[in-house]
Structure formats: structure tokens, C-alpha cells
């Protein structure tokens, strides 16, 4: 649900928004293969499918490595209140 509401403040559909915190959950080997491997069998021709990953491709790999950062902040800082 954050997902969607920050995506809507940079722009983004709902759908991507979900899709780029979602990366978060495979990790960077992961959902760079798993971007190419859609793309490549969504996209009909050579140049459509190279399109695809110009644009899917950095919002993934950023998605996720922000959603990975923002959650280890929260997640330390409930931590740092129990010490």
C-alpha cells in the first residue's frame, strides 16, 4: 500500500510501484534476471523488447535497493529502542 501511494508522488502506476517494491523481496541477481526474462517474453521484436528493458530495468533495480534501505532503517531503528 506505501508502495503505491509514494509511486503516485514520482509518477508512477500502481501497478510499478507495486512491482518495484516487490524486488525487494528477490534481491539484485534475481530481479535483474527476472526483469530481462519478462521483457524478453513480452517484447514481439528485438527493438521492442530492448525498449522494455531500458525502461523496466532501472526502476527495478533501483526499486529495490530502496525499499531494501528504508526497510533496514526502520527495522534498526525499532531494534536500537530495545537496546
Given at each position: 500500500?506505501?508502495?503505491?501511494?509514494?509511486?503516485?508522488?514520482?509518477?508512477?502506476?500502481?501497478?510499478?510501484?507495486?512491482?518495484?517494491?516487490?524486488?525487494?523481496?528477490?534481491?539484485?541477481p534475481a530481479d535483474y534476471v527476472?526483469?530481462?526474462?519478462?521483457?524478453?517474453?513480452?517484447?514481439?521484436?528485438?527493438?521492442?523488447?530492448?525498449?522494455?528493458?531500458?525502461?523496466?530495468?532501472?526502476?527495478?533495480?533501483?526499486?529495490?535497493?530502496m525499499t531494501v534501505s528504508i526497510?533496514?532503517?526502520?527495522?534498526?531503528?525499532?531494534?536500537?529502542?530495545?537496546?
Amino acid at each position: 500500500i506505501m508502495s503505491m501511494l509514494v509511486g503516485k508522488h514520482f509518477g508512477f502506476s500502481k501497478e510499478m510501484a507495486f512491482a518495484c517494491a516487490l524486488t525487494a523481496l528477490f534481491g539484485f541477481p534475481a530481479d535483474y534476471v527476472i526483469t530481462t526474462e519478462v521483457c524478453k517474453s513480452v517484447g514481439t521484436t528485438e527493438e521492442e523488447k530492448n525498449y522494455l528493458v531500458d525502461i523496466l530495468l532501472p526502476r527495478m533495480l533501483v526499486g529495490g535497493f530502496m525499499t531494501v534501505s528504508i526497510a533496514s532503517v526502520i527495522i534498526a531503528s525499532i531494534f536500537l529502542k530495545l537496546l
